[in-house]
């Protein structure tokens, strides 16, 4: 490997030790061999720790951190890719598996086109015995168009699962994104930041394997209740949770540099978006009225 590695990779874990050995493994495994793997444990209670210094020891590519306390998955996310060295990085699930050429793939449509800022590959789900359950294709391609607006329009829509956020990202542009943040959407609002820099390209190849799980964030957790996940400090249900969504849209049209017109479409695209979640919007609103009374009335 080389001074500078080529792809880091940052896998943030949890008590993940029932699956993080294949998930490592599938890393450990590429086809392409010139990155770094950086695991942050997150003062895991399970055989974790003990998996990833083993891992260590064996293969010098592999920088194992622990940490003292739960910092919240937000955190965790954002601490990988700051040890990040490499030209691309990837984030990397403790639960999901990624087939031997896909880091090859994707690294070789990044260098092939410099407009491309993040590249994934076609995606299968499968359950926790690593079986086959669905592909899974409502990102493929999706994010791909030329058209600025066209592309943000497609990352804020709500009917996608963000799994593209597991790509290989541009590093350099990743940096300029306030990564993620720690309420629920953060990642569709990261993923969409990043579009306006770029296309979002997909290697039609089924090389990524997303483990459907049970103890899955989304299946465990109600929406509401996962911002713990997301920072253990936070101690009360989130509200206001699309509103959140709809500022940090608005935020990202005026951080990334863009032509007015541009920048003007892209507004108008929030404002669809808007008008299409009105009810959905109106249910976060009165929920977040009634939560705030109750916090006052409680006090």
Sequence with gaps: MSERPYVSIGLPVYNGDRYLRPAIDSLLGQSFADF??????????????????DYEKRDGRILYFRHSKNMGAAANFNFVFQQAKGKYFKWAAHDDVCLPNYLRCCVETLDSD???????????FIDEEGKFLREYYQETGRFASVD???RFREAISLDHWCVTIFGVHRLEILRRTPLIADYVHSDR?????????????HVPELLFLSRDHANRSIRVLDIRERVTWFNPERKRPMSFIYHRVLA??????????MKLSDRIRATWQIVLWARSNARTLGGDLLHGVRAAQSKVLGA
């Design 189 to 201: 609002n990261l993923l969409a930041e990043i579009s306006l820099y770029g296309p979002i390209a």
């Design 114 to 124: 410099q407009r491309i800022v993040l590249c994934h590959t076609g995606i299968v």
């Design 248 to 257: 940090a849209s608005l935020r990202s049209l005026f951080r990334v540099p």
């Design 36 to 53: 770094e793997l950086i695991i942050s444990d997150n003062a895991s209670t399970d055989l974790t720790e003990m998996i990833c210094r």
């Design 148 to 150: 600025l607006a066209k």
